[in-house]
């Protein structure tokens, strides 16, 4: 996983609620074997018209040329409904590392954690008000910190992540490393059990 | 002051806990499939690694299966691929698979219990949102990505972070009509899709001690639809019987030695939960959806709530664009509106009770000559229930499909699709844009409403044919 510490990037805004994991990536999607590939798939119905690459949706955020970066900011509860990696997956092929949102479901947040795309809580009203900004302003996550600013008006929220994974956001550790660094106890609990 | 299920079962399963960090979980069962799984076995044979208990892990094939000819080579490409790339992992690494062609195949949610693998007081992960189905056997069970299918693969264990805990209390008689699918559905309706995000869930009333062990799994299996990591069911008597001489329940002095174990998994009187809701009965009615989240549902012969009455800006926005999609308005009637398919399957309700109650309503009628119903058992093992107690003459007579095992419609993975613009009434548990095919509308219903509308042809209560 690649080492995170300080994001600092213009934005995509979706304000939509209960983006679920099958807007993310649609099922007939998830016949793929390998973690590549996903991006050109990412919200592909709310991409294009009628499934059609050339026919690209001209008011859906992906296929507006005036936003770019690494930060997606949602609406609340996103992420929520199928458990399926791979919307983690085709949001950081697409080349987010951030999503921003006011809530996200439990399971999504594991994932994009897993995958080292950071999942920001704000509250509501900061969540408002990144949507009010425009297209080449840029927000600042700094996972050490633990906090998000708008730059133009240094505006600043923290947001919630436990030591635990900050370390590994920081040094591009996961969760199996760490795991298997504790054989020793799973195999005595085992034992005990 | 005592403990709840959940937590009996939690502490048994810390092996370590990392100082304001999450804890190290024991996992004693890890059901796989062929969608979530190859990413992990690539993961761990990336590092050098095999499956560290195999004996552990159950597979099957189910999400991405043909529902009909299933003795034939699978014939889109893709799927065959992921299909046999399961076989191929579990002989690598000396897995139980129960694939196609297996008298047990089937959804693994559907499989897990009607084996006797599920069992109370245990560790259950899939990589599967609706894995909180085994928790209805008293078991805390939840779904996982593929990273953490990976993590247990390699250690049988996950870092978890231990969730708040919110119980239901259902007490009351139930209404004619009425049934755990409505019953979980209300809750949704009331709590919304994420009104029980970051809590894991108890089930418990007279309500729920009432209803039998595939009732109580369509409940649980809905958990995920509020946002919950999982939901539970205190296990009982009905618990013990549904499980005893299945095919791989404890037996002989194993039987009444877990027994024993079993029977103290229950929440004490004095423990605490971080929420609690009670439900009266009397206040469900049958139930549909008509939004595009299972949140979105309303009791059957009620109104669709008019957009301008809902004060929160971005929920109005949500519903607007929810009812754009579906085709319908708010303040309108559901009742009347004519369907074109009818979906009867799925984890939630696939199972040899859900087709009784199906067969109930429908014997004796034939379908509308407007819709398309299908019947998808989940296992090969309720298909070979509905033809030895002969409901296959029921379903035909009527005109439905009966196909063989798998997700199908449900998510839209293979070719049962629902066409763009069609109306399909599903007792399925998603009814998100696409969810059932591109542009397809999703109206989530119990088995029993569900037949209601193959008869009629348009959404009907269905109190008035019973
Ligand atoms: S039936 Fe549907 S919800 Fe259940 S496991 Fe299959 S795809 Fe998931």
């Known amino acids: 996983m690649e080492k995170l510490t300080i994001i600092k990037s213009t934005f995509y805004p979706l304000p939509i609620e209960n983006v679920d994991t099958d807007q993310i990536i649609p099922a007939r999607f998830l016949k793929a074997t390998t973690r590549d590939g996903f991006g050109k798939n990412l919200f592909r119905d709310w991409r294009y018209i009628n499934n059609d690459e050339t026919q690209p949706k001209p008011d859906f955020v992906l296929n507006q040329p005036q936003y770019h970066g690494q930060i997606l900011i949602a609406g609340k509860n996103f992420g929520c409904g199928s458990s399926r990696e791979h919307a983690a997956w085709s949001l950081l092929d697409f080349g987010f590392k951030v999503i921003v949102s006011s809530f996200f479901a439990d399971i999504f947040k594991n994932n994009a954690l897993n995958n080292g795309v950071v999942p920001v809580m704000v509250t509501d009203a900061f969540l408002e008000k990144i949507f009010q900004l425009g297209c080449e302003d840029t927000l600042t996550v700094n996972i050490e910190d633990q906090t998000i600013i708008i730059d133009i008006t240094g505006e600043e929220e923290t947001f919630e992540i436990s030591n635990y994974k900050k370390t590994c956001l920081i040094n591009g550790y996961d969760d199996i490393d760490y795991l298997l660094s504790n054989k020793e106890y799973i195999e005595a609990f085992e034992t005990a059990s | ?466």
């Open chain 2, 1 to 466: 002051m005592g403990t709840t299920l959940f937590e009996k079962i939690w502490d048994k399963h810390v092996v370590k806990t990392i100082p304001q960090g999450p804890s190290i979980l024991y996992i004693d069962k890890h059901f796989i499939h062929e969608v979530t799984s190859p990413q992990a076995f690539s993961g761990i044979e990336k590092r050098g690694l095999k499956v560290y208990r195999p004996k552990q892990v159950v597979a099957t094939a189910d999400h991405n299966v043909p529902t009909i000819n299933q003795h034939l080579p699978i014939k889109d490409a893709l799927s065959r691929i992921q299909v046999q790339q399961l076989k191929d992992n579990c002989e690598k690494h000396d897995i139980e698979l129960y694939g196609l062609g297996h008298p047990y195949q089937g959804i693994v949610h559907v499989i897990g219990p009607e084996l006797g693998i599920t069992q109370p007081g245990m560790t259950i992960v899939c990589g599967d949102s609706h894995t909180s189905t085994h928790g209805a056997f008293g078991s805390i069970a939840f779904g996982i990505g593929t990273s953490e299918v990976e993590m247990v693969f390699a250690t049988q264990c996950l870092l978890q972070t231990k969730p708040k805990l919110l119980r239901f209390n259902i007490e009351g008689e139930l209404n004619k009509g009425v049934v755990s699918k409505d019953i979980i559905l209300y809750i949704i309706s009331k709590i919304t899709a994420a009104g029980g995000t970051g809590y894991f869930v108890e089930f418990a009333g007279s309500v729920i001690r009432n209803l039998s062990m595939e009732a109580r799994m369509t409940i649980c299996n809905m958990s995920i639809e509020m946002g919950a990591r999982g939901g539970m069911i205190a296990p009982d008597e009905t618990t013990f019987n549904y499980i005893k001489g299945r095919q791989f329940a404890p037996q002989g002095e194993e039987w009444e030695r877990k027994l024993g174990e079993w029977k103290e998994l229950k929440t004490d009187e004095d423990a605490v939960f971080d929420k609690e809701i009670d439900i009266d009965a009397a206040d469900i009615q049958p139930m549909i959806t008509y939004g595009t989240n299972p949140g979105l549902g309303i009791a059957i012969n009620a109104l669709i709530p008019a957009t301008e009455s809902i004060a929160d800006e971005g929920e109005r926005k949500n519903l607007v664009q929810a009812l754009e999609y579906m085709g319908l308005h708010g303040g309108q009637t559901l009742l009347g509106t004519p369907v074109q398919h009818v979906f009867i399957g799925s984890c939630t309700n696939s199972r040899i009770e859900d087709l009784r109650l199906v067969a109930e309503v429908i014997k004796g009628k034939k379908k509308n000559a407007n819709v398309q119903v299908m019947i998808v058992p989940g296992s090969q093992q309720v298909v070979a229930q509905v033809y030895a107690e002969g409901l296959d003459k029921i379903f035909i007579e009527a005109g439905f499909e009966i196909r063989q095992a798998g997700c199908s419609a449900c998510l839209g993975m293979n070719e049962d699709k629902i066409p763009a613009g069609d109306y399909c009434v599903s007792t399925s548990n998603r009814n998100f844009e696409g969810r059932q095919g591109a542009g397809a509308r999703t109206l989530l219903v119990s088995p029993l409403t569900a037949a209601a509308a193959a008869i009629t042809g348009v959404i009907t209560d269905v109190r008035e044919i019973l």
